[in-house]
């Protein structure tokens, strides 16, 4: 019987691993908030945690070590001293390079519209059905879109029942009178974020991320060469996507995450390459100007 016991605790584990498909790390701070007993933002903290890392969000039986890599930052500037909070939420995935330690930024998003009801002890319920709370909904909508990111960074297009099941999430929110999930509440929020990624405008998009992680990282740790000659050779691709609509939530992610690795990449070049590079950039990603401008010097 004792036997039986532990046969049935290690299959329930294993279940539970099976089960997890983030690896989410979640930090609540209060800088701004004057008060002595801030215990309901440590409970906070560890629902907020249980909440992503215990729920399945993908199709697929994820090993422990394949658990994709996520930072949530919840930064509390509100507090009613009971059960309604506002703040910032800075949402951070990566995926790991083929071959390499390196981790490749996927998402990179400050999202300044949060605000819910929390009450110390309580569950955090979320359905996919409909609108529950703020609090999960919001943390729903960005697993999905970690899922998407990931799974498009993969295989082409792979993150599209995932950006589809985001959307489906800002829908059910549009019965809530929280800001963010609505188009009139300005064009940098999670609705816009939602519409882009499930919008055939930016395909294109989502394929340079596929075959920039595919066939251009993933391929440099065996040969540099060939991999940013695919990077290079795709990069116009954003010029495209920027000219049909300047200033959209998902190019701004996208550059937000990839800006910084970019430069790095052509720094490496020769120097046509890095002038080539420099001109797309700076076109595709004009608030990035400046730090572009630093592949002209090299």
Known sequence: MKAFSIYILLVCLGLKAVAQDLNARIQVVSPKIQSTNKRIFQTLETAMKDFLNGRKWSADDILPQERIECNFILNITAWDGSSSFSGELQVQSSRPVYGTTYTSTLLNVNDKDIDFTYTEGQSIDYTDQNFQSNLSSIMAFYAYIIVGMDYDSFSKFGGTNYFAAAQNVATNAQTSSSKGWKAFDGNINRY?????????????????????????????????????????????????????????????????????????????????????????????????????????KQ
């Open 192 to 296: 816009w974020l939602a519409e882009n990624l499930n919008n055939k405008l930016y395909l294109p998009l989502r394929g340079f991320i596929y075959d920039y992680h595919r066939n251009g990282l993933d391929v440099m740790a065996d040969n540099a060469g060939k991999g940013r000659k695919v990077i290079s050779g795709i990069l116009p691709v954003l010029a495209e996507v920027d000219r049909q609509r300047l200033g959209s939530m998902f190019p701004l992610v996208f550059f937000t995450a990839k800006s910084d690795e970019l430069v790095s990449i052509f720094t490496k070049t020769d120097s046509q390459e890095r002038l080539q590079a420099m001109n797309i950039l700076s076109q595709a990603d004009p608030a990035n100007g400046l730090k572009y401008q630093t592949l002209q």
